[in-house]
């Protein structure tokens, strides 16, 4: 907590923030997503003046996780973008991926989990949503998908909604014996 007073230095974006965590807890996701996205704003202006990294990383995913929840996933994609040039970690940087996938942005898709996959080459999820990007890029990268599925599975790819997309895309390319594996 003293991190984040830290980071978002004032009484106003501490109570902004309380207000939207506030906001989820009774399940009011469309008032804390336009909370967490005023926050920012201000976090950002602030950052803007003063060159000093102010939005902590919590914020921008909270936010973008909201947005997707919401269903809006070109806001979803922004703030993880933001998120990844601020912070470059893995976890904004495959869920910038995976809300390009949604957008069917397959090139920015492709350069966000190549951002995802070079900050942490062990991370199952990352190879599962490359392999979904191969799969949805054709027949022609099948043998790409085939090859980032066997790394997600030595790695224990687990999120069992990915694997029955995963499952859905490879029946769809007639891949029967890798959708049943």
Do not use: H
């Not at 980071?7 to 967490?36: E, I, K, N, R, W």
């Not at 085939?146 to 909604?161: F, I, R, V």
């Amino acid at each position: 907590q003293d991190a984040l007073d830290l980071c978002t230095d004032g009484p106003d974006a501490s109570a902004m923030l309380a207000l939207a965590d506030a906001q989820l807890a009774q399940g009011d996701s469309v008032a804390a997503c336009v909370t967490f996205d005023n926050l920012v704003k201000a976090l950002e202006q602030r950052q803007s003046a003063t060159k000093v990294l102010s939005v902590p990383r919590r914020v921008y995913m909270r936010l973008g996780d909201l947005y997707a929840q919401l269903g809006n996933m070109a806001a979803s994609k922004d703030v993880f973008l933001r998120a990844s040039a601020a912070w470059n970690l893995r976890s904004s940087w495959l869920k910038a991926g995976v809300a390009c996938l949604r957008l069917d942005e397959l090139q920015e898709a492709q350069e966000c989990l190549q951002e995802a996959s070079a900050l942490d080459e062990r991370d199952a999820g990352v190879w599962g949503y490359i392999a979904l990007l191969s799969l949805m890029r054709g027949e022609q990268y099948i043998a790409d998908a085939k090859a980032a599925l066997t790394q997600a599975g030595k790695l224990g790819l687990a999120d069992a909604a990915l694997l029955r997309e995963l499952a859905g895309c490879l029946v769809a390319v007639d891949e029967l014996v890798m959708a049943e594996d």
